[in-house]
């Protein structure tokens, strides 16, 4: 017997309606386009320590402790753990207990009248238990389903983290870049306010003429009015990375300048392995598993409840016979329920989770394609700002020499000022977009730490608040990546 009860256990427990999941094959290419051949195995490194700037370090650590999103986050998973926690409850015995006292007056003209006191007092004390038994896998299947949630909630916090860490050292360079255009706008705007100032004083003796004067005024004021739209987009940076960094908003400290950080290096990778790497595409992964098993969960539906319940206690009239002998109660018994006809209900939510499953299959498909199209993205704006970069830097050269020369020839009286109008009026603007090329070629590296994800995501999740212990176990997260 106690074979056959060990055997009709493991039969109930196996007895799940509805698709087990599977990973689906996704075709992925064999590798990235616009990868370089100068790549190393570095997407498990904390990448940030590779710009060599320490108060971009600290503004990450900063931004992991305390930043209110992530907060947030982890908030989130908590509840999805409660909801994990109420959803897999009925697979278990449900025990309760119940006190009660009653005061009763019956009718003097009905069956009981003369057979019970009257009126009366009763006293009963129960203790309860139930039992859903799980025989169609209703209640896995739901457990199943609440537990992807879980783990899917919990990938959507590891991208919280992913993201925030890009955020913060993106909008850092950003800003180093900004503070790069200002410079170069003061210093324009000084250089330009100094042949002003010589031309002012040459129009006083008759040596230019007024024309020539309102020339060299209208640059320099072109210069001065691109100095308070910079300070704005400043103000607006700095306010942004203070709020990342779970601050008010306020000024941020600056370390070195943009042109002295070191550039990281680009991280090798495969296609395929992005499906272990994003916490997004484990998200999405996760959302298709819960939606998988919420089709057993409404098929079991078609089959039968079977319910046992039992209650032992005491019943009694006067208080101090309650727990005698005499006053024990007690009962057993089970139920079993099942639809006959529901007007097309169950059929209607088996429908609605198929459907909701090919929605979750579509949407992690998609998701895989939007992410090599990220990395293809990240790898050939990084490879293309590079030779941008250096053809403005020859751009910046040239021009600086052409202005060099034609000032040089007006002073000779070989040509008029226009000429020399002309390439100022060329040079300040290509100044100012070699700084900001400059920072979107240090975004670039950026771009494609994020995109590829990696371990740094974890290492980064080791300086952040986590969810209450017991959440998640690693077996959990282990199984969730490879698809199980």
Known sequence: MRRAAIGLA????????????????????????????????????????????????????????????LQVAVANVEQAAGILTTTRSPLFPQLSYQGQVTRQRFSERG???????????????????????????????????????????????????????????????????????????????????????????QNKYGQVSKMQVEQARSQYETAAAQIPAIRTQIAQTENGLAVLLGRNPGPIARGKKLDDLALPVVPAGLPSELLERRPDLMQAEQTLVSANAQIGAAKAQYFPSISLTAAFGSASTQLNDLFKGPSRIWNYGGSILGPIFTGGAIAGQVAQAEAGQRAALASYQLAIQNAFADVENALASNANLGEQLEAQKRLVQALSEYARLARLQFDGGYTSYTTVLQAEQQLFPSELNLATIRAQLYSSYVAIYQALGGGWVDRADELSPQPVAGTLTPEDKKAARSGQ
């Open 111 to 201: 069956a009981t009248a003369g057979f019970v006191e009257n009126p009366v007092t009763v006293y009963q004390v129960l203790a309860g238990a139930s039992w859903e038994i799980d025989l169609w896998g209703r209640i896995r299947r739901q457990t199943e389903a609440a537990r992807a949630n879980l783990l899917a909630t919990d990938e959507a916090r590891r991208g919280v983290v992913l993201s925030l860490v890009a955020s913060v050292a993106t909008t850092y360079l950003q800003l180093l870049g900004l503070d790069e255009q200002l410079a170069v706008a003061q210093r324009t705007l000084g250089t330009y306010g100094q042949s002003l100032q010589l031309y002012e004083l």
């Open 10 to 69: 493991a039969w109930l427990a196996g007895c799940m309606v509805g698709p087990d999941y599977k990973r689906p094959e996704v075709p992925t290419p064999d590798a990235y386009r616009y990868e370089p051949k100068a790549v190393v195995r570095a997407s498990d490194t904390e990448w940030w320590k590779q710009f060599d700037e320490p108060l971009l370090e600290g503004y990450i650590v900063e931004a992991l402790e305390h930043n209110k999103n």
